[in-house]
């Protein structure tokens, strides 16, 4: 979900420039909220939001973006007066979804290394109630370079506690002037590792402990969770796009219909926010835990379910797994029945969730590559679907079907036996494949495959294999077999089908 750089301006057909005098701005609200980062994700899913509830008249605020890191995109949004066009494409409720969506809920971008005064002056601003974020997984870190009077801070921790404690000495401790941070890091209960990234640099900086009975009582940190597919811009369809639309946009974005918000609460904030009023998918919980483990087995363990098999068998992209019935089938059919038992929300409200993956999986607009979703996926499979096959073994007395093939097609998939450029290579049809992962896991799945690089395979070499692979406990962090009983007979069973007859012959057998 991170953000690549802006595409160029359309050239050759003279359109103009997307500014505020083109787009004739509304009234220009208050900045309720600041962003920390200013990349795609975050322009097509929280500001896209806040235009919405702004053009319903519930929010009347704006954004103001922070530029993260000292070379970003604040002079590409400047430049347009902080305005961008959001590409929403997909299936929804079984249509094709096409539009185009003009946002003007961005003041503006600061570069806080050529302006920090400009940064400053935001922790002084009464209207502030909001800060958002998106840095990436390695943004919440403590950096011990950081220091109370840089200009600023290298890290994202570092920005936000100074400018905290510039409003908790701005307002001298008013608890009124409390933010709420809502980070969007894809890192589970991120705003827990927010809060003690801020405790920790105050503490470095020996900050006074009113300041931080102030952060405690007076501040939020929520945990959320975000998804929605962003493609960024579109640059093979700009021209196209901008043509139809009648101006340059050097920010216009792309993303999939579909969008989520699951956030995480202390105390209530629907009022301030409401999302939902606008028809917008944010849910409020006490407790984001089984939200993300609806998002983690359905939506990311139906892609590693599926992709490697479908990969063997001759397809490329989710949407081709999609259009084929046999793989169509492993995807629904293995959510329905062998995911879905696994968790604890209301039945109900994971089909539905279910439906909504049909529907982003068979997207036309994304072209999802498999090999691009098949780097790292023994630990993918790990975290994605371990724990469901370990649930649906306690819950049903048996192995789930569907999956223990996804694990036999995981290890066919690796089967390699020549390392290159850090990456172990494999055999399609006669075509070399990289297969990507860190390099203790491409050791031990060519030492496993060493005495058979390709071929057919016999069910009892295909259980010698098997039986290394799963025994290994520094791939697993178990001994699979013992965990699930008869694994590796079946696992065995299927990956001897595979490596003989093909995936496609292995998943009809299932």
């Known amino acids: 979900m991170s953000a690549p750089a802006p595409g160029p301006p359309a050239e050759g057909h003279g359109l103009p420039r997307l500014d505020g005098a083109l787009a004739k701005l509304p009234v220009h609200h208050p900045e309720r909220v600041l962003q920390f980062g200013e990349g795609n994700f975050l ?24 530029q993260p890191i000292a070379h970003g995109m604040a002079d590409a949004i400047n430049a347009q007066d902080g305005l961008f066009t959001v590409v929403l494409r997909g299936r929804q409720d079984g249509q094709i979804v096409d539009t185009r969506e003009l946002v003007t ?55 936000l506690t100074q400018l905290l404690y510039l409003r908790f000495q701005c307002f001298a401790g008013d608890p009124a002037r409390g933010l709420v941070m809502l980070p969007c890091e894809l890192i589970e209960r991120n705003g827990d590792h927010l809060r003690r990234a801020v405790e920790e640099t105050a503490r470095r900086w020996a900050l006074p402990a009113a300041f931080l009975a102030w952060l405690e009582q007076a501040c939020l940190f929520t945990n959320t969770l975000v998804d929605r597919i962003v493609t960024g811009y579109p640059k093979d369809e700009a021209d196209e796009l901008q043509a139809a639309l009648g101006y340059q946009d050097r920010l216009l974005v792309a993303a999939e219909v579909f969008h ?42 139906a892609h590693t379910m599926s992709v490697l098999a479908a990969y063997l068998a001759g397809l490329d992209t989710v949407g081709a797994c999609m259009a084929d019935p046999a793989f169509r089938g492993l995807i629904e059919a ?45 630990s993918k499979f790990k975290a994605r679907i371990l724990g469901t096959m370990l649930d649906y073994r306690r819950l049903r007395g048996q192995l789930p079907r569907r999956l223990t093939f996804a694990l036999a097609a995981l290890v066919a998939f690796y089967r390699g036996t020549v390392l290159r450029d850090g990456a172990l290579l494999g055999r399609r049809a006669g075509a070399e494949y990289r297969i990507q992962d860190d390099p203790p896991v ?12 390709e071929g057919p395979l016999s069910l009892a070499d295909a259980t010698v294999v098997s039986s290394a692979i799963l025994s290994n406990r520094d791939l697993w962090g178990q001994d699979l077999e013992p965990a699930l009983p008869g694994l590796t007979v079946a696992v065995a069973g299927h990956l001897a089908t595979i490596c003989t007859e093909g995936a496609r012959a292995a998943l009809a057998r299932v």
Not at 134 to 140: H, K, P, Q, V, Y
Request: proline residues 7%.
């Open 43 to 66: 322009r097509a899913f929280v500001d896209w939001m806040l235009d919405r509830m702004n053009g319903a008249g519930l929010f009347n605020g704006r954004a103001v973006l922070v």
């Open 105 to 159: 809920a961005v003041s503006r971008c600061i570069d806080p290394y050529r302006d920090f005064e400009a940064f400053a002056e935001c922790a002084r601003n009464p209207e502030l109630r909001f800060v958002v974020s998106n840095t990436t997984e390695a943004g919440i870190r403590v950096d011990p370079a950081d220091a109370l009077d840089a200009r600023p801070c290298s890290s994202f921790p570092g920005k």
């Open 260 to 301: 989520a918000w699951v956030i995480e609460s202390a105390r209530p904030l629907e009022a301030e926010l409401p999302f939902r009023r606008v028809g917008l998918d944010v849910i409020w919980t006490d407790d984001v835990g089984p939200y993300r483990e609806r998002k983690v087995r359905i939506l990311n363990g």
């Open 334 to 378: 293995g959510i329905a029945e062998e995911i879905l038992p696994t968790l604890t929300l209301p039945r109900g409200e994971l089909e539905s969730f279910a439906r909504s993956v049909s529907e982003r999986f068979a997207n036309p607009f994304i072209k999802h590559q498999l090999l691009s979703i098949s780097l790292n996926s023994v």
């Open 442 to 453: 491409l050791a031990t799945f060519q030492q496993a495959w060493s005495a058979h690089p």
